[in-house]
Each structure stands twice: as structure tokens, then as C-alpha cells.
């Protein structure tokens, strides 16, 4: 990209395909590097299973557990952190290799974006959270058509689009402004089948409950609260939402009516057992005679989804997620695609 820049290396994909099983191979190749993250997640002290640190002692990391979940971290302040960590790397002699889960993070700091430093607003926050996905498009859409059609279904990042409006009046899109590259980038993307990612991500998310993630979660719940918005993140928010946790109720139904608004219990009840269905946690024929209902219907064990269940409706989730990352990947037309190590180690090679 840029010539006569500060060279970094850049390992892009989506959740689950291997980027920092990758930046570890490459760190071990000979030579001096040190791994920078681009997770909007593995910034959170605690949140450890759940977003899939894999730190080594033998391999500098940086840019992980820097803040509590109760913190506020905006894309500001990731970008000025991440200019200093790479210039103090570059000063010791040393290649960065920018590891990056999050596709904002890494386009703004491999294209320079000028990002102005706003403040979250808790309360305006709350009130969008409230508002479906499709809804919150259009909002944006009505202020700036551009940047609603590149953000997509991004749910965060449609609320804090909005967020920078109701506190700038400006357009978000005018604030992405960019400047010269910092860096000379090579930028790995990591694309691998559709079925090989799925599995993968599927076998991840068993590892975590075997680790376990639902510990983890009872144990970051005894400190802060659950509606904070680091724990909307995958994996977090459906045990937290199950009664692996809150024995008062379960995910699907309770989504199901927050998208669908206030409902008929008997639409409420269909709805959340046709979404069941396609997860394949039951199935789609009617509910056995006899059986209580539950908020709506929902087949649940002594009042609760079993642990089993509540995997798969991450996974679910996580495989949309995955899907979301790639669509804005492979917007930038810049990544180098290749689907296993040597060949990116080749690509590595010739641009060192």
C-alpha cells in the first residue's frame, strides 16, 4: 500500500478461522515481532474464554485486557493507542503483526481515519438499544444513506453511528475522514470454507463451555451488571440471558419479543418455537399435550434451557457473526486471501 512507511503486518478474518494460531506461527518464524490486537472484546479484563485470548508467555501481546468491562473504549481510543504501541515496537527494532477480529479497528488504523474522540451517551444508548436492527437502519439511513449501507446489520455500530450524530450533529460518514497511510500494510485475510470455518467455530465454542465460559460469566456478574455493553458480546449475552444464570426466563422468548415489540403470547409462542426449530434445539412439531408452558411456550428443562442449548444458540449466532465479518472484509480490496499458513507465510516472506 503506502512506500517509504513503517512496514506492519495486518492478519484479518472472521471469528474462529485462526488469525492468532497464524500470527503465532509467523512470530516463531525467526525474527523480532510482537502481536498488536484489533478485538473490540479482548481489550476486556475478565472476558478471557468468551472472546478467545490465546496469549503466550514467549510472544509480546498488547492491546489485551487494558480496560474493565465498565470502562468506556471507543475506535478513538483504540486508534491512539494502537499508533503508540506500533511506534514503540517499530523503535525497539521490531515487526508489529496487527491481529485483528474486529474489521473497524482494522481499516480505520490501516487507512488512517481521523476519528474524533466522543463520549458514549448511557442514556440515548438505552433507548436505541431497544429498537430492532431494521429500525435502526432506517434511522441512520434517513441522516446518512452511506454510512447505513456500509455499517449493514451491525447492531453496535448502527447505535454509536447514531450516537456521534445526536452529539455532533454531523453526518458519522464525515468524520471517517482518511489521511496519508501510516504504514505500509500487508494485510492477510484468512478465508477458509464455509463448512471447515462453521466447524471450527463450532468445536471453539465446546472448548469454552468445557473451560468454563459459564463460570467465567457467574464470576464477572459478581463484580458488574449484566446490562453493561461489553456483555453484549457473543457467548456472554445468552448465558447471561438463559437461566444458566437469571433462573427467571430464557433467551429466544424474550428476544423474540424484544425485535417483535409487545405480541400475543400465542405469537410470541410460535415465533420462539419456530426459531428453536431452526437451531435445532426441538423439534418443529407442536408442543406435547400436557406439557406446562413457560413465558410462551418454550420447551425448557425444571424452567430453564439446558447448557446444551444455549451452545447452540451461540454457535448459531456466532456463524451469522462470522458471515457479518467477511462482508465487511472483503470491502477492502487491499487483503491478501489465502486459506492456510505456508501459503501466507510465502506472502510474508516476499514483503519482508
Same mark, same amino acid.
Do not use: C
Given at each position: 500500500?503506502?512506500?517509504?512507511?513503517?512496514?506492519?503486518?495486518?492478519?484479518?478474518?472472521?471469528?474462529?478461522?485462526?488469525?492468532?494460531?497464524?500470527?503465532?506461527?509467523?512470530?516463531?518464524?525467526?525474527?523480532?515481532?510482537?502481536?498488536?490486537?484489533?478485538?473490540?472484546?479482548?481489550?476486556?479484563?475478565?472476558?478471557?474464554?468468551?472472546?478467545?485470548?490465546?496469549?503466550?508467555?514467549?510472544?509480546?501481546?498488547?492491546?489485551?485486557?487494558?480496560?474493565?468491562?465498565?470502562?468506556?473504549?471507543?475506535?478513538?481510543?483504540?486508534? *491512539? $493507542?494502537?499508533?503508540?504501541?506500533?511506534? =514503540?515496537?517499530? !523503535? /525497539? @527494532?521490531?515487526?508489529?503483526? #496487527?491481529? %485483528?477480529?474486529?474489521?473497524?479497528?482494522?481499516?480505520?488504523?490501516?487507512?488512517?481515519?481521523?476519528?474524533?474522540?466522543?463520549?458514549?451517551?448511557?442514556?440515548?444508548?438505552?433507548?436505541?438499544?431497544?429498537?430492532?436492527?431494521?429500525?435502526?437502519?432506517?434511522?441512520?439511513?434517513?441522516?446518512?444513506?452511506?454510512?447505513?449501507?456500509?455499517?449493514?446489520?451491525?447492531?453496535?455500530?448502527?447505535?454509536?453511528?447514531?450516537?456521534?450524530?445526536?452529539?455532533?450533529?454531523?453526518?458519522?460518514?464525515?468524520?471517517?475522514?482518511?489521511?496519508?497511510?501510516?504504514?505500509?500494510?500487508?494485510?492477510?485475510?484468512?478465508?477458509?470454507?464455509?463448512?471447515?470455518?462453521? *466447524? $471450527?467455530?463450532?468445536?471453539?465454542?465446546? =472448548?469454552?463451555? !468445557? /473451560? @468454563?465460559?459459564?463460570?467465567? #460469566?457467574? %464470576?464477572?456478574?459478581?463484580?458488574?451488571?449484566?446490562?453493561?455493553?461489553?456483555?453484549?458480546?457473543?457467548?456472554?449475552?445468552?448465558?447471561?440471558?438463559?437461566?444458566?444464570?437469571?433462573?427467571?426466563?430464557?433467551?429466544?422468548?424474550?428476544?423474540?419479543?424484544?425485535?417483535?415489540?409487545?405480541?400475543?403470547?400465542?405469537?410470541?409462542?410460535?415465533?420462539?418455537?419456530?426459531?428453536?426449530?431452526?437451531?435445532?434445539?426441538?423439534?418443529?412439531?407442536?408442543?406435547?399435550?400436557?406439557?406446562?408452558?413457560?413465558?410462551?411456550?418454550?420447551?425448557?428443562?425444571?424452567?430453564?434451557?439446558?447448557?446444551?442449548?444455549?451452545?447452540?444458540?451461540?454457535?448459531?449466532?456466532?456463524?451469522?457473526?462470522?458471515?457479518?465479518?467477511?462482508?465487511?472484509? /472483503?470491502?477492502?480490496?487491499?487483503?491478501?486471501?489465502?486459506?492456510?499458513?505456508?501459503?501466507?507465510?510465502?506472502?510474508?516472506?516476499?514483503?519482508?
Amino acid at each position: 500500500m503506502a512506500i517509504n512507511k513503517p512496514k506492519i503486518i495486518v492478519i484479518v478474518g472472521p471469528t474462529g478461522s485462526g488469525k492468532t494460531a497464524l500470527a503465532h506461527v509467523i512470530a516463531r518464524s525467526g525474527g523480532d515481532f510482537e502481536l498488536v490486537s484489533a478485538d473490540s472484546r479482548q481489550i476486556y479484563r475478565g472476558m478471557d474464554i468468551g472472546t478467545g485470548k490465546e496469549a503466550v508467555p514467549d510472544i509480546p501481546h498488547h492491546l489485551i485486557d487494558i480496560v474493565n468491562p465498565d470502562e468506556e473504549f471507543t475506535l478513538a481510543d483504540f486508534l *491512539a $493507542r494502537a499508533k503508540k504501541v506500533i511506534a =514503540d515496537i517499530r !523503535a /525497539r @527494532g521490531h515487526m508489529p503483526v #496487527v491481529v %485483528g477480529g474486529t474489521g473497524l479497528y482494522v481499516q480505520a488504523l490501516v487507512e488512517n481515519w481521523q476519528v474524533p474522540a466522543v463520549k458514549q451517551n448511557q442514556k440515548l444508548r438505552a433507548e436505541l438499544e431497544k429498537k430492532s436492527v431494521s429500525e435502526l437502519q432506517k434511522e441512520l439511513a434517513a441522516i446518512d444513506p452511506e454510512e447505513a449501507e456500509r455499517l449493514g446489520g451491525g447492531k453496535r455500530y448502527l447505535i454509536r453511528a447514531l450516537e456521534m450524530w445526536h452529539a455532533t450533529g454531523k453526518k458519522p460518514s464525515a468524520f471517517k475522514t482518511k489521511s496519508e497511510p501510516l504504514y505500509d500494510a500487508l494485510v492477510i485475510g484468512i478465508d477458509l470454507p464455509r463448512e471447515e470455518l462453521y *466447524a $471450527r467455530i463450532d468445536a471453539r465454542v465446546d =472448548d469454552m463451555f !468445557a /473451560r @468454563g465460559l459459564v463460570d467465567e #460469566v457467574r %464470576g464477572l456478574l459478581k463484580k458488574y451488571p449484566a446490562d453493561l455493553p461489553a456483555f453484549k458480546t457473543i457467548g456472554y449475552r445468552e448465558i447471561m440471558d438463559n437461566d444458566l444464570i437469571h433462573p427467571q426466563g430464557n433467551t429466544l422468548e424474550r428476544s423474540f419479543r424484544r425485535r417483535r415489540g409487545m405480541v400475543s403470547a400465542a405469537s410470541a409462542e410460535r415465533g420462539a418455537e419456530n426459531a428453536g426449530s431452526r437451531l435445532g434445539l426441538w423439534p418443529s412439531e407442536p408442543r406435547e399435550a400436557g406439557r406446562p408452558p413457560l413465558d410462551g411456550g418454550l420447551p425448557v428443562r425444571n424452567g430453564v434451557l439446558p447448557e446444551g442449548a444455549t451452545s447452540r444458540i451461540i454457535k448459531h449466532h456466532t456463524h451469522a457473526y462470522a458471515r457479518r465479518q467477511l462482508t465487511w472484509l /472483503r470491502r477492502m480490496k487491499y487483503v491478501e486471501w489465502t486459506a492456510d499458513s505456508p501459503s501466507a507465510m510465502q506472502l510474508v516472506q516476499r514483503w519482508l
